[in-house]
């Protein structure tokens, strides 16, 4: 499976939205669509929530990303991280090269009411 780059304007931010597996297969097409676009003129976010899977290459891949931002004098912001691949990037220390934004939590579902006595609600 290949991963898909979809760019839009968000709040003044370049957001990079990523789907699929960061693998030796999707590295080299992710890097080719996302280091031109990386520029100290604005934020670039990468908006990871449709990706569940990251290797040793798609790890390279955003170590590129993060030097080509800091040759730049920019950041990136890695958004949205599913806690497969949070628990990857946190275990080799990728979590500490970039800005992370907070998934808001999840919403909770408000609590059953109690059964009622006597059968009938």
Same mark, same amino acid.
Not at 83 to 112: K, S, Y
């Given at each position: 499976?290949?991963a898909?780059?979809? !760019?839009? *304007? *968000?709040?003044?931010? +370049? ?6 597996? +960061?693998?030796?297969?999707?590295a ?13 003129e604005?934020? =670039? &976010?990468?908006?990871?929530? &449709?990706? %569940? ?10 170590? +590129?990303?993060?030097?080509?931002? /800091?040759l730049l ?5 890695? =958004? %949205?991280?599913?806690?497969d691949?949070e628990?990857?990037?946190?275990? =080799?220390?990728? +979590? ?5 934004? *907070? &998934? !808001?939590?999840? @919403?909770? /579902? !408000?609590?059953?009411?109690? !059964?009622?006595?006597? %059968? /009938? @609600?």
């Amino acid at each position: 499976m290949s991963a898909r780059v979809s !760019p839009r *304007e *968000e709040a003044g931010a +370049l957001v990079l939205a990523v789907a699929g597996e +960061l693998d030796a297969n999707s590295a080299p097409e992710l890097l080719a669509e996302i280091l031109p676009q990386i520029t100290a003129e604005r934020p =670039t &976010r990468l908006d990871l929530a &449709r990706v %569940g899977f990251v290797s040793s290459a798609g790890l390279r891949a955003l170590l +590129l990303a993060y030097r080509r931002a /800091r040759l730049l004098g920019a950041r990136i912001t890695l =958004t %949205g991280i599913q806690p497969d691949v949070e628990f990857v990037m946190a275990a =080799t220390g990728f +979590l500490d090269l970039f800005d992370i934004e *907070e &998934r !808001p939590p999840a @919403p909770q /579902r !408000p609590a059953a009411p109690p !059964p009622r006595e006597g %059968g /009938r @609600p």
